[in-house]
């Protein structure tokens, strides 16, 4: 009894871990879509374009295409006023 309740908050952990993560890439792909552009890469990052990065906020670095270009894009999820979006404007080089 006194192991299976630390393995059960364990295993919750790591489920809600793994749903936070689908949810927010989930996300990206929406506001992509909503761009007209199709997601190519998704990755999470520790560090990113963001001031003020503080414990429990994740952020995630995009590329997508749109009519045939390359675009990048930053999001930093786990603010209490949403996500912060930065998307890149310029064609990539």
Do not use: N
């Not at 045939?68 to 996500?83: H, M, N, R, T």
């Amino acid at each position: 009894m006194v192991t299976i309740v630390p393995a059960a908050l364990f295993a919750a952990a790591v489920v809600l871990a793994l749903l936070q993560s689908r949810c927010h890439r989930q996300k990206i792909k929406a506001r992509v879509k909503s761009l007209g552009g199709k997601v190519i890469r998704i990755e999470r990052k520790r560090i990113g374009p963001f001031l003020g990065i503080r414990r429990g906020r994740v952020i995630y670095r995009f590329r997508y295409e749109k009519e045939g270009c390359i675009y990048e894009g930053w999001v930093k999820f786990g603010d209490l006023s949403g996500a912060d979006w930065q998307l890149q404007h310029e064609k990539e080089a």
